[in-house]
């Protein structure tokens, strides 16, 4: 019996991840959940699981039945004295790097589809991130590959991109971009605060800091190649000139299964690739004046320290002023570049300095943004 | 130091492998060369290499410098006495059989491209296969992935065909093909036998058998795709829909190279992807009516016993009277399935009575071609 954790368990990620642990209850026991508040879908996903551990964000601890209801950010430190086989971190956004620090600190076994916090919580824990299983498609896809064997004949590696919703928009139209076109993922269904940033590359920037970080690669060593068909989700590149790649089609189950099940694999959904159906694989390189925050990322990641974080933040900040109508899509690359540009950055030693750090960011974003227009 | 011994030193992967051992002389020492006869391609390599043994099917036992020249296939057995790290099998044909016996009963670590060894010596050797690296481009690509783990959670692996270079050719022009047409493969320069077996497609069959026994899978789990950039070698899909693929330009030092060092990786040609230049690679699934040794070498593998055994030397002899201009290109199939059909076959129990089954199956078919018309 694998005893989980699902923090994040009512989003995309967390609903698939519970997905699996239904059709294989004989072997997966959800010991612990934890959303942003007690809604209908935690409390029915409480009443399925019954787990021993709620956390919840908002509203007030309590115990209902055997589960022991913790809420509050300030109380998440319990989850050091909580003992699993595995935590899946399934939170969206940089609400993630709290409890993947402490889960991390504390030397729990973690696979996690938080990028934010990956990226922002790179510097203080990266020595830690050697027993983390990524989730994200690009990265599990590395990682299977990899199997935590040394890197020193890799040459590089290449994180495939779908191009997202504009892949084949004109320059022009992306002034009268809606919400509704950047939510519109053809291949992947997320949730919406990475479906935009599917809609302007950044999202593969990230992945590219992210890669970074988890694998120890500098970022010579990571590519980016745009591949419609989202088959291909990543290649390791040998100084042979051989190259191993995962391919499947998207299904955010496979990662997360392998991450539960590691290192074996689990049947899922019995969606078999047709090769003689998908008949083409596609590649081309990155528009990069379409979507120059592809680069932007790369270039705040080499520069290194707290760029990353800074990136990542402005970007939260801007996509949900976006989502609420409240900017244009193209204001997300100007709101992040002048972010990036301006903010005063200096180094953190600890989590509640980086969350300190995060607050002023998000601070001075939403004061940059109010001089972008309504859409 | 590797030392090394190289069977078929005069061919398309022996010359290759030498060109491995000249790259990496601080590495890779070249104990033994072995080839048919002492050419000047082989004396030139001799004083090259400066081999402790040489073995020749053909001429006289001598002394060469400090090099020992053993002649004659009845002598094969000194192999036996040869300590060396790995002995690379590159003859063509069913002439690799007799020593790929003597080096698998005698423990040796071995790594070969002799397909027809492997399928003709399958029901007496499969146990022995443990330990022997695959070079052939296919079996490497699968070899790369599995990397001896258990194949409990593999669901299928699929072969990639490059369609040889009549993919795109009518059907009512095969009754025309010249030798030339034959040998001109659209991706990989290889030798004579097997260029024509890849003409037919017969040699993607071969690798169908070549793989069950390798690999111990039933041939339920083993799928042909043709694939006409000859990018993605193998695949191996696991039974959560993830697919793990080796992929690079058509070399086959990579293989070589990767037999030799295995577990290593080691620079080669930099030859590496380029996908934005690649742009595309297709799949379509194999043409029977064209190509119809495929499925009938399939056939013959589910069949099993001496079936392969009487497949592969059909069609060696076929193929070669084909060289020599004596039947057409069509007659190959004919004259093997008149072979296989016809043949009286029976078990072997070791590699003599193996040898006298092949000369029969030869003689056979000898006489089955006299019938079959002249070019």
């Known amino acids: 019996m694998i005893n989980i ?12 991840t519970l997905e699996i642990a239904r059709k294989y209850k004989d072997k997966i026991k959800v010991k612990l959940l934890g959303a942003s508040k007690l809604s209908d879908n935690l409390i029915n996903q409480i009443k399925e699981f019954n787990p021993d551990y709620v956390y919840v964000e908002l509203g007030e601890s309590q115990i209902i039945g055997s589960t022991k209801i913790i809420a509050g950010e300030e109380n998440l430190d319990f989850l050091k004295d909580v003992d699993l086989d595995l935590f899946i971190i399934a939170i969206a956004g940089v609400k993630g790097i709290k409890p993947t620090y402490i889960l991390l600190e504390s030397g729990k076994k973690i ?11 790179g510097e203080l824990e990266k020595e830690n991130y050697k027993n983390l299983i990524p989730i994200d498609s690009e990265h599990s896809a590395i990682f299977q590959i990899i199997d935590r064997r040394p890197l020193d004949d890799v040459r590089r590696i290449v994180l495939t991109a779908s191009g997202g919703p ?3 928009l004109p320059i022009e139209d992306f002034e009268k971009v809606t919400i509704q076109q950047a939510l519109n993922h053809p291949r992947w269904s997320m949730g919406k605060k990475i479906s935009v940033d599917s809609a302007t590359l950044l999202n593969k920037g990230f992945e590219v800091i992210e890669a970074h970080y988890l694998f120890g690669l500098p970022y010579e060593k990571i590519d980016v190649v745009v591949h419609p068909e989202s088959i291909i989700h990543g290649m390791v590149e040998y100084i042979d000139g051989s190259v191993i790649s995962n391919l499947s ?12 099940f590691y290192p074996e694999r689990k049947q899922l959904n019995n969606n078999f690739l047709d090769f003689t159906k998908i008949k083409n694989l596609t590649f081309l390189p990155p528009d990069n ?21 800074v990136l990542t ?11 609420q109508g409240k900017i244009k899509f193209l204001d997300i690359y100007g709101i992040i570049k002048e972010v990036v540009e301006n903010f005063k950055v200096y180094n953190v030693k600890n989590v509640q300095q980086l969350l300190d750090f995060i607050k002023e960011v998000e601070d001075f974003t939403v004061s940059v943004a109010k001089r972008y227009g309504n859409t």
Do not use: H, W
């Open 111 to 121: 696979a996690t589809a938080n990028k934010e916090a990956i990226i922002c919580l």
């Open 166 to 168: 504009f892949l084949n």
């Open 5 to 16: 954790g699902v923090l994040g368990s009512t989003g995309s990620v967390g609903r698939q």
């Open 249 to 260: 089609y998207p299904d955010m189950k496979i990662p997360i299964s392998y991450a539960i």
């Open 313 to 323: 933040v402005a970007d939260e900040v801007a996509v949900n002023l976006f989502l």
């Open 289 to 309: 004046e379409k979507f120059p925050l592809l680069n932007f990322a790369i270039e705040c990641g080499k520069i290194g320290g707290m760029y990353p974080t």
